[in-house]
């Protein structure tokens, strides 16, 4: 297809605006939308157009946390609490991993993610490069960062750190802008004071955002308390991190005072759900967040703790939860989910051309297919999407403008192979 082709009687998702499902006409112009409207725009007569009938277009969905690679471990170890799960299931494995196991457990995962109408991804890993060369070659958009635990001598702090500045300096802004990197310390509880200031210094020397977990366990909080006489949120402000733009995981255990310090620093945090109710980790104050003008996202953290990367069932999720918890049916209504999953993911991985379907923005976006029993009758189309639909419903995605699925397929990844590959990688790990 030619650099600029076009979508007619197409369904369009722009939750916030007035009217939030437009129908009418979208033209794709190389990697951007150039036009979104209800008239048919004036063309060229040779431009390719795909007709929209009995479709939803949505902006690509942004999973802003997670551990791509973990997909391997999908299924060991569950019903477990946090600490019990990491020391005793996840990190004797996850010691074994080798960049292969990395490489294949990360295509299984943008599989899953890019028929599921996940566009966007965030990676904290080890074997970065890995992760890297997965996301180029599938077309994905992808916010990578090697995540670095810092319980080990100074001579392997040091060597961890390089990795993670060499790591960023290679990949930021490399297949052709799809790729960006962030500076990633694993955690306040994993990471001595000291060697977070140093990843402090290392986002400012590359200019670069800083993404860690925070306050996921009422056990962290009190332990970061006893260790340094402050809470996670003052802590991490005290050590520097705020002077970065920043992205936090969980934070499901802040007070008022830490909410507002948030705010205060514009400090994003990606609510994981799925992940939190799993491992009891606790429900998150979204409402509240939101309320003070924090940017909140969705991540469904790794395939070990959810069991799936389906954004659709994290929107579903984080609709559900809070109005449980509040008493209030209104506490994230649907067409705010939606933008929690797409343009507030996108601000809080700080890519500004990502997240809505509007001109000037990049060509990220999926098409679910609405005639389905489960998605009839056409009452709300942005209560459904959040509602009723699952990733099983994704018909087709873009990103930057490439189709990557059609009609399901993936058209960038073998996947039958990632299917054995990675079925064989887990079967190498347990002998190994």
Known sequence: MGTKWMIRNGKFAVPGADKPVLEGYMVIDNDLITYIGEEPPVLE???????????????????????AAMSLLRGYGDDLALQVWLQEKMWPMEGK???DDVYWGTALSVLEMLKGGTTTFLDMYDHMDRVAEVAEASGIRAVLMRGVIGLCPAEVQNQKLAEAVAFAKKWHNAANGRITAMISPHSPYTCPP???EKFVQAAHDLDLPMHTH???????VE????DYGLRPVAHLEK???????????????????????????????AHNPGSNLKLASG????????KAGVTVSLGTDGAASNNNLDMFEEMRLAALIHKGVSGDPTAVPAGEALRIATEYGAKSVFLNQVGRLAPGMKADFIAIDIDQPHLLPHTDLISHSVYSASAKDVEHVWVDGKQIIKHGECLTLDEEAIRRKAQEAFEGLLNR
Not at 47 to 52: D, H, W
Not at 283 to 290: F, H, K, S, W
């Open 45 to 67: 007569e040779d431009v390719p157009v795909i007709e929209g009938n009995r479709l939803l277009f949505l902006p690509g969905l942004v999973n802003t946390h997670g551990h």
């Open 97 to 99: 991993f080798t960049g």
């Open 194 to 196: 000291d060697y977070i």
């Open 214 to 220: 925070m306050s996921e366990t009422r056990r962290e």
């Open 223 to 226: 332990q970061n308390i006893t």
């Open 239 to 269: 050590l520097g991190m705020f002077t970065r733009p920043s992205l936090v995981a969980h934070a499901v255990h802040l007070n008022d005072e830490e909410i507002e310090i948030l705010a205060r620093n514009q400090v994003g945090v």
């Open 283 to 290: 429900v998150a104050r979204v409402p509240e967040l939101l």
